[in-house]
């Protein structure tokens, strides 16, 4: 996926904080939860600290100076305060849980949303350079990561930073002349973390990459099932993605024996803080055998069970960079997906579907796919509003691209493709594409009923309209036949109907949203002279006074059209009605000939 410079100069928490934008309230009350339970926990320690110095200091104790002589009362007091501190945490911990999970579903939910909302707004071209496994892998896994991280590394990274604050100030309060020791080791645990961050942030990017790589190879086999078993293939196949899987594999390797060196580095350099406050300390707390001692019993105990406080969480840093870093890697991917911009803009004029009259005109248009050979060269070609007008000619002249360029697919190089004397380019994609019916030679139906499919685009159709339409498309018969009707669930892309069932269901759906224009591409190329002659009769009553664009293969299709465009190599060579040019004897005679059998017998002749 291309990464643009505006979105590779901004680091990814930086893109994901300004994406989340408007969650700041719940990410700051998320984050002083965190905060607070830390505080809270860490309170245990200075308790027993405070119950050793009540017990060997007695009414000079530090209880004491707060105004309870009596140890026991000290004790009591201490021991409300625990209950009181536990509580707290409790509360602050199940606050920050609640608040960072909703949060990270919350985000999920609308990262998810938002990229597939994008992507669909794409132009057609960019999704015919891409895998849809890879897009799904964007779309689940890479969105899954960053929920991950923000269930539980969020809270850890937060956790981590008021410890060390805390702690810190502590030590500098209590002890200063032991503090240092205790804190020697943090410079090297951050640089450390920061080291093996940036180490693994490349590893991290190219395992988010090849897992796209395998989601897609999975999703292409599975969607060619029939083609691998046809060429028994299966043997080919799975060592193909054994090889996707064994790199992934790999790749996913090289980031572990990285991250995974992380704790026990890091926990030898913890040990030596923790020694240094454990034997320096105690050095302290013995003083010089008379009695006096620089450092009480209970100050001593404090430091000592602060310092493991302190320093052994950061053994778990690892493990949250590692989530860190899994997350920024899927959250640039996300969002550069987010952020790929669509090279169809929505125009700014409104269409009124009642008020189209369906007039469709190309002027001198130009265009060619990615740059390569030119598909239509100069075109100019007018479709009247109303009438049938069908456009044929031999494989690659160009005819289903008239389409693509009239449906805003793509945007031609240059000329202008019009509706009713307005650029297209100037509409509305959603109302312009309100306006036409298409059909395709390729028909996609989606996993449902029978009657969902015909529905789809006009979701709030009764069952009688439903009914209408598929009668008018000559698939009420076959549907009733089928063993719950209209209820009957089609399977994926339609796979328990035939070719011709399909393509009846589709111009059923067509119909049923009653466009002003209405469009068929190689809609009778794959099926049977039954269905054929069905949809011809179809079409007979939907065209009537509406117009209707038709590319055709078959020209029986299209031989009472009232008018007939003929396409050769991009380019328009021949206009007319069927018996013209028959009786030109171009490019359309010739078709027409083969077709029909009569070149076989001229040359037989």
């Not at 928490?13 to 408007?22: I, V």
């Not at 999920?108 to 960019?126: K, N, P």
């Not at 969020?154 to 200063?176: C, D, H, K, R, W």
């Not at 019993?297 to 404090?302: E, H, I, M, T």
Request: hydrophobic residues 45%.
């Amino acid at each position: 996926m291309t990464t643009h410079p505006a979105q590779s100069a901004a680091s990814p928490l930086g893109r994901l904080l300004a994406y989340s934008r408007s969650h700041r309230p719940r990410i700051l009350a998320a984050s002083l939860c965190s905060i607070f339970n830390k505080i809270f926990d860490l309170a245990p320690p200075l308790l027993i600290g405070a119950a050793v110095d009540v017990v060997v200091e007695r009414e000079n104790s530090f209880v004491a100076g707060l105004g309870f002589p009596d140890p026991t009362d000290q004790l009591w007091l201490l021991g409300w305060l625990t209950l009181a501190i536990w509580g707290l945490e409790s509360v602050f911990q199940y606050a920050f849980s609640v608040l960072w999970r909703n949060l990270a579903q919350t985000l999920e939910h609308e990262l998810r949303l938002d990229a597939y909302s994008h992507v669909q707004g794409l132009e057609l071209s960019w999704f015919e350079e891409r895998q849809s496994g890879g897009l799904l892998a964007i779309l689940n896994d890479d969105i899954n990561q960053l929920e991950r991280f923000l269930d539980e590394g969020a809270n850890e990274l937060l956790q981590v930073l008021t410890t060390a604050i805390v702690i810190s100030g502590l030590f500098f309060y209590m002890a200063p002349n032991v503090a240092w020791m205790a804190m020697g080791p943090i410079p090297l645990i951050l640089w450390g973390s920061f080291y093996f961050q940036k180490r693994l942030a490349p590893r991290y990017t190219d395992v988010r990459e090849r897992v796209g790589l395998l989601s897609e190879g999975l999703a292409g086999n599975l969607g060619g099932i029939a083609t691998i078993k046809s060429f028994t293939a299966e043997a080919h196949e799975v060592q193909r993605v054994g090889q996707v899987s064994r790199e992934y594999r790999e790749s996913n390797r090289r980031a572990i024996r990285l991250s995974a060196a992380f704790v026990p580095l890091i926990r030898m350099v913890i040990v030596m803080g923790f020694l240094a406050t454990l034997v320096y300390g105690g050095i302290l707390a013995l003083g010089d055998g008379s009695g006096n001692a620089p450092l009480s019993a209970g100050v001593y105990s404090v430091l000592v069970f602060l310092t493991q406080r302190l320093l052994w969480p950061m053994t778990r840093l690892g493990n949250t960079f590692d989530l860190y870093q899994r997350a920024m890697a899927s959250t640039t991917r996300v969002l550069d997906l987010i952020d790929t911009p669509a090279k169809i803009v929505d125009g700014e004029r409104h269409l009124d579907p009642a008020k189209v009259r369906g007039e469709v005109s190309f002027d001198s248009v130009n265009f060619a796919y990615s740059e390569g050979t030119p598909t239509l060269v100069n075109l100019s070609l007018h479709a009247p509003a109303g009438e049938t007008t069908a456009i044929v000619g031999p494989t690659g002249s160009g005819k289903s691209t008239l389409l693509k360029l009239l449906l805003r697919f793509y945007d031609p190089n240059s000329g202008q493709v019009k509706l009713d004397g307005i650029s297209v380019d100037e509409l509305k994609l959603n109302e312009l594409r309100q306006c036409i019916g298409f059909v395709s030679q390729d028909v996609f139906l989606f996993h449902g009923s029978v009657r969902d499919n015909i529905a789809y685009g006009s979701f709030g159709a009764s069952f009688e309209e439903v009914q209408a339409a598929a009668c008018t498309a000559e698939a009420d018969a076959f549907v009733n036949e089928l063993p719950q009707g209209y209820d009957t669930i089609v399977g994926e892309r339609g796979q328990l109907l035939s070719g011709g069932q399909r393509q009846r269901l589709s111009l059923a759906r067509a119909i049923l949203k009653d466009p002003p224009i209405l469009v068929l591409d190689e809609a009778t190329s794959a099926v049977d002279n039954e269905t054929e002659a069905a949809i011809q009769r179809s079409l007979a009553l939907v065209s009537k006074n509406r117009t209707t664009l038709i590319v055709a293969h078959r020209l029986s299709t299209v031989r009472h059209a009232h008018r007939i465009h003929v396409l050769d190599r991009g380019q328009l060579v021949e206009s007319g009605r069927h018996d013209q040019l028959v009786e030109a004897d171009g490019i359309y005679a010739g078709l027409w000939r083969v077709q029909t059998g009569s070149a076989l017998m001229h040359s037989g002749a």
